[in-house]
């Protein structure tokens, strides 16, 4: 997989973005980083996370997520590093890793004071797409995109709201958390990951330089960044 | 199917990449699958191994074991239909099953024609032995592809061939100039446009998985370092002595795929894998990869 990444030294300021290379949608975020001029870089192991600014847990499937955060003993490096500063976001399966309450489940790594139910739209036949006016992203509507969903049901003390719909909250960030339940890498949308960026201390290419929705995406960019065959 | 829903449906098995797709046979395995960390399963009433010793013509499963399965489990579940059996894919659509496996496994319905799989909402993976066979099923709407190896028998000799018959050709593709393209697209029966997108690419439109004869770790490690986004496994885990060590030691090789110090570690002391068998054992009207074209 490519990387993008400054070399940095541990006396440095956190000065890229990793994004959690167990399972599921890791390129496509690696992409929309790259688009914004952001250092990013897949991590697996301890060491990978030396000088992350930032942390992204990728959709996928959270029940094969959570086995392997806790048998490799991630989970333990990813909470270490939050406490220093590292940000955390989570897209999809990623919120549910990070919730604090997990209906009907244990929950992962409860960093965000939310509770989340699983797959609450029922099979792929009910995956969606939709589109959204959040203030706090952009003064543009937004294409969100829902497969399996989660939604999250309740938003505890400090976590504010940012998207809601009609009968659960879509998005949501605490001080140093953010969750989304949608996918914005998987749409051309690269104002999440501006945010994110930014929340984080970094300083990413601006909407004059990279529009909220990026015209040279197209459905099949993250296979610029997949591993490639032999 | 609108562009649409079949941007989304190639989205879901995006999701799926470097993780584990088991195969189960009733809810107690499925449960075993979903604890171990598979991302999803395919719900069906014989593993190819006992498909393989029973003979018969193999049907799609009876949709109440199906449904049961559904609701054990809140990770994805498949199930399979026969090459051609377009009714068989209606009744999984109406069950709201998340992918429906279009499987040589079963006994083809139609020996000309695949599914129209344009027709439906539902996303459908299809087996491929080579590029060609890739990009027909990608034109009749699959959003998945998986090698189809040789089912049911612990072997991956198969799976190894059609990964690295798909690399090599898409290679050559990539690495030729414009005015070859039509000729190697009429040789390799790839329809035109799809022939220009994978040279564009390098690579295939869609998420390509490994399938047929994975039995270990290491088998599944292979298959990762030779190109595929994850991994089938049929009878591997659960024709093994024990399925639930057997099932996450793959789990944890498919995402530590390039780390022998982890793949080593997923593979010790998980007793008997499956017992395999000699592809040129099979007499050849046998060979489940020759179904469908």
């Known amino acids: 997989m490519a990387t993008v990444v400054s070399k940095a030294k541990k006396h440095r300021q956190p000065s890229a973005i990793g994004v959690l290379n167990l399972q599921g949608g890791v390129c496509e975020h690696l992409d929309h980083l790259e688009r914004l001029g952001v250092a990013c870089r897949p991590v697996k192991i301890p060491a990978d996370f030396e000088g992350l600014a930032g942390l992204i847990i990728p959709g996928g499937e959270s029940t094969c997520l959570a086995r392997l955060l806790h048998i490799f003993e991630i989970d333990k490096v990813i909470v270490r590093e939050f406490r220093r500063g590292m940000k955390l976001w989570g897209t999809c399966a990623g919120a549910i890793v990070l919730a604090r309450v997990v209906v009907g489940e244990q929950p992962v790594l409860g960093l965000i004071d939310i509770e989340v139910e699983r797959n609450s739209f029922g099979s792929q036949l009910d995956s969606f797409r939709d589109d959204a006016r959040i203030p706090a992203f952009s003064s543009r509507p937004l294409p969100l995109t829902f497969i399996r969903a989660p939604q999250i049901k309740k938003a505890g003390k400090g976590v504010k709201v940012l998207l809601k719909k009609d009968n659960y909250i879509a998005a949501a960030e605490s001080r140093d958390v953010l969750v989304t339940v949608f996918h914005p890498e998987l749409t051309g949308c690269v104002a999440f990951h501006r945010y994110f960026a930014r929340k984080c201390g970094l300083d990413p290419y601006d909407e004059k330089k990279v529009p909220d929705i990026d015209p040279t995406w197209n459905p099949v960019s993250w296979t610029r960044l997949a591993p490639v065959s032999r | ?293």
């Not at chain 2, 799609?60 to 054990?72: F, G, L, N, T, V």
């Not at chain 2, 994850?230 to 390039?258: C, E, M």
């Open chain 2, 1 to 293: 199917m609108d562009k649409k829903r079949y941007e989304l449906n190639v989205q879901l098995a995006q999701m799926l990449k470097g993780g584990v797709i088991m195969d189960v046979t009733n809810v107690e395995q499925a449960k075993i699958a979903e604890e171990a960390g598979a991302v999803a399963v395919m719900a069906l009433e014989r593993v190819p191994a006992d498909i393989r010793r029973d003979g018969g013509v193999a049907r799609m499963s009876d949709p109440a074991m199906i449904a049961q399965i559904k609701k054990a489990v809140t990770i994805p579940v498949m199930a399979k239909a026969r090459i051609g059996h377009f009714v068989e894919a209606q009744i999984l659509e109406a069950l709201k099953i998340d992918y429906i496996d279009e499987s040589e496994v079963l006994t083809p319905a139609d020996e000309e024609c695949h599914i129209d799989k344009t027709k439906f909402s539902i996303p459908f993976v299809c087996g491929a032995r080579n590029l060609g066979e890739a990009a027909r099923r990608i034109a009749e709407g699959a959003a998945m592809i998986r090698t189809k190896g040789e089912a049911g028998t612990g072997n991956v000799v198969e799976a190894v061939r059609h990964m690295r018959t798909m690399n090599r050709e898409i290679r050559q593709l990539a690495g030729m100039p414009l005015e070859e393209v039509t000729g190697f697209a009429k040789a390799n029966g790839i329809p035109y446009e799809l022939a220009l997108k994978v040279r564009e690419l390098g690579r295939l439109p869609v998420v390509n998985f490994a399938a047929g004869g994975i039995a270990t770790p290491a088998d599944a490690a292979l298959m990762m370092q030779l190109g595929c986004d994850g991994v089938f496994v049929g009878s591997g885990i659960f024709k093994s002595d024990n399925p639930a060590l057997r099932a996450r030691a793959i789990v944890k090789a498919t995402a530590y795929y390039n780390n022998p110090a982890k793949v080593l570690k997923a593979s010790m002391g998980l007793g008997s894998a499956m017992p395999g068998l000699e592809i040129a054992a099979i007499p050849e009207e046998q060979l489940l990869a020759k179904r469908g074209w």
